[in-house]
């Protein structure tokens, strides 16, 4: 299973991961990953738009959108740490690849 995430809840509509990584080592190996991040929302459905949405520690937030219709202009290490949740999500969880494509 995964040092950095655990699958929470999931529904029909999204899905909530827990951070685990905490380690300043495992946070070193994951450099896409931050001590201050608690949660990570992502919304599903097959052809949709998605909100992918990380809370932090402190209750703020910030997000982004991808999808058929959506595109929000991200850096390479937030495209890698969307990857890697999907990774987790699709790979380590069995949700399947369309709900978020």
């Not at 990953?33 to 932090?56: A, C």
């Given at each position: 299973?995964?040092?950095?995430?655990t699958?929470?809840?999931?529904?029909?509509?999204?899905?909530?991961?827990?951070?685990?990584?905490?380690?300043?080592?495992?946070i070193?190996?994951?450099?896409?990953?931050?001590?201050?991040?608690?949660?990570?929302t992502?919304?599903?459905?097959?052809?949709?738009?998605?909100?992918?949405?990380?809370?932090?520690?402190?209750?703020?937030?910030?997000?982004?959108?991808?999808?058929?219709?959506?595109?929000?202009?991200?850096?390479?290490?937030?495209?890698?740490?969307?990857?890697?949740?999907?990774?987790?999500?699709?790979?380590?969880?069995?949700?399947?690849?369309?709900?978020?494509?």
């Amino acid at each position: 299973m995964s040092e950095i995430f655990t699958l929470v809840e999931q529904d029909s509509e999204q899905v909530i991961i827990k951070v685990t990584a905490i380690d300043n080592y495992v946070i070193a190996k994951h450099p896409y990953i931050s001590s201050e991040y608690d949660y990570i929302t992502l919304t599903t459905g097959e052809g949709k738009d998605h909100i992918f949405t990380v809370i932090k520690k402190d209750g703020k937030t910030w997000n982004f959108h991808w999808g058929p219709h959506g595109c929000t202009m991200t850096s390479s290490s937030v495209d890698r740490l969307r990857d890697k949740t999907l990774d987790f999500l699709i790979n380590e969880c069995g949700i399947s690849r369309r709900a978020f494509y």
